[in-house]
């Protein structure tokens, strides 16, 4: 079964303490992996897409990483801002067709 | 330009009635998919549709079905509604029905007494 694992599930960081939030993932066929920025009550905004492993991706505070069994999302001297859910999706497909499975997501808090 | 928009923002059903949600995609994409998110948890696929054909569907029951438009608008209905329907009902749009990127539109709040 296809299976996207986030961790930790939560993360509190002191403004400017770096630190890396985890996606592993098991699925049939990997077709794209994606990271998404989720705050209360809203829909995600994209972050990134990695198609490949090794692929890099980097916006801002915010850079993105592939291996072939899990992604990191690396965040360098994070402000309050940052503040949000953080989701990480991978695109694949089965029998019915194409489908995203998201991760439960990491919840992170960052203090002034 | 206008992103995903999606209507109504929120909306209250009691057990057993039907709802109808409504999703408008980017100008230009032609897929929309649709996701139910339950508090705490992440999105789970429902549908994806392009060029009005269903591309790939969820692990929902059949009182889950959608159509999409000429427009490439889409319509998700739920029949029967149960009180773990209650959620943020999430549509996202994207070029086409490949391994292209999605973008969510704000979503509406559903919730069933």
């Known amino acids: 079964e296809d299976q996207v694992t986030q961790s930790p599930e939560a993360l509190r960081l002191q403004e400017g303490e770096s630190s890396s939030l985890n996606c592993s993932y098991t699925v049939s066929g990997l077709r794209g992996l994606f990271w998404y920025r989720q705050d209360p009550g809203k829909g995600p905004e994209f972050l990134f897409t990695?198609?490949?492993a090794g692929e890099e991706k980097e916006k801002e505070r915010l850079k993105a990483t592939l291996t072939k069994k899990e992604s990191f999302l690396h965040i360098t001297a994070p402000k309050p801002e940052d503040s949000a859910t953080y989701l990480c999706a991978v695109h694949t497909y089965d029998e019915y067709g194409n489908k995203l499975v998201f991760g439960a997501g990491t919840i992170l808090r960052v203090k002034s | 330009d206008a992103g995903v928009t999606q209507s109504p923002t929120h909306l209250i059903k009691t057990r057993g009635q039907h709802v109808t949600l409504r999703c408008s995609p980017i100008?230009?994409?032609?897929?929309v998919s649709w996701y139910q998110q339950v508090l705490g948890q992440g999105p789970q696929f429902i549908f994806q549709y392009y060029e009005k054909e269903e591309r790939g569907r969820g692990n929902f029951p059949d009182r889950f079905s959608a159509r999409q438009f000429p427009n490439y608008s889409s319509e998700l209905n739920v029949n029967a509604l149960l009180l773990g329907d209650s959620a943020l009902y999430l549509c996202?749009?994207?070029?086409?029905?490949?391994?292209?990127?999605?973008?969510f539109g704000p979503g509406t709040r559903l919730t069933v007494l």
């Open positions: 996202a749009s994207s070029t086409d029905w490949g391994t292209d990127t999605q973008y």
């Open positions: 100008s230009g994409h032609k897929s």
């Open positions: 990695l198609y490949s």
